[in-house]
T-cell receptor
Framework: AQSVTQLGSHVSVSEGALVLLRCNYS??????LFWYVQYPNQGLQLLLK??????LVKGINGFEAEFKKSETSFHLTKPSAHMSDAAEYFC????????FGAGTTVTVRA | DGGITQSPKYLFRKEGQNVTLSCEQN?????MYWYRQDPGQGLRLIYY???????QKGDIAEGYSVSREKKESFPLTVTSAQKNPTAFYLC?????????????FGSGTRLTVV
């Protein structure tokens, strides 16, 4: 069965600093991987997805993620954090259904 | 614009009452899903449906019921048997049953027991 593990339930960064959210996956087949963002009291919004094309995937709001098969990772990064990036972020892997990680809450310090 | 509409956004339930959460999509997606979200517990799958008139239990189906009479609609009923229904409920859909294209989510319904 496919699964993902998000390392760190909470990440705090300063405005303008690098944002790095870690996701490792387990899959018996070539995976499709996703990052979603959730703002308070809202649904999940797709940030980006990996579908076996380019290993470096660019998404919305300046985020990108790199698929590394050797490390079974799909970490999400943004070079410079903005206050509006404060949200919860979920990594997911496809299977019969999407399997979601537990989520990482990002806070941004002014 | 196509999307998923959940209503109402906020819902209050008295003890012992059944309540129904609405989920409608105009994306022509085949599959639909219901998730429950509690603080610190991520997303937990309640029910899903891959085709009209068919649905399967997820990880926490007890105390909930669903129907899928139309492709675009997948309402969730929270019954009085659900002992702790206060939570944020999310509906989602996917183009097909593979999940390879990801899910589209609604904006959620926050249910509170009063």
């Amino acid at each position: 069965a496919q699964s993902v593990t998000q390392l760190g339930s909470h990440v705090s960064v300063s405005e303008g600093a690098l944002v790095l959210l870690r996701c490792n996956y387990s899959s018996s087949v070539p995976p499709y991987l996703f990052w979603y963002v959730q703002y308070p009291n809202q649904g999940l919004q797709l940030l980006l997805k990996y579908t076996s094309a380019a290993t470096l995937v660019k998404g919305i709001n300046g985020f990108e993620a790199e698929f590394k098969k050797s490390e079974t990772s799909f970490h999400l990064t943004k070079p410079s954090a903005h206050m509006s990036d404060a949200a919860e972020y979920f990594c997911a892997v496809s299977g019969l259904k999407l399997s979601f990680g537990a989520g990482t809450t990002v806070t941004v310090r002014a | 614009d196509g999307g998923i509409t959940q209503s109402p956004k906020y819902l209050f339930r008295k003890e012992g009452q059944n309540v129904t959460l609405s989920c409608e999509q105009n994306l022509n997606h085949d599959a639909m899903y219901w998730y429950r979200q509690d603080p610190g517990q991520g997303l937990r799958l309640i029910y899903y449906s891959q085709i009209v008139n068919d649905f399967q239990k997820g990880d926490i189906a007890e105390g909930y019921s669903v129907s899928r009479e139309k492709k675009e609609s997948f309402p969730l009923t929270v019954t009085s048997a659900q002992k702790n229904p206060t939570a944020f409920y999310l509906c989602a859909s996917s183009i097909d049953t593979s999940a390879n294209y990801g899910y589209t989510f609604g904006s959620g319904t926050r249910l509170t027991v009063v």
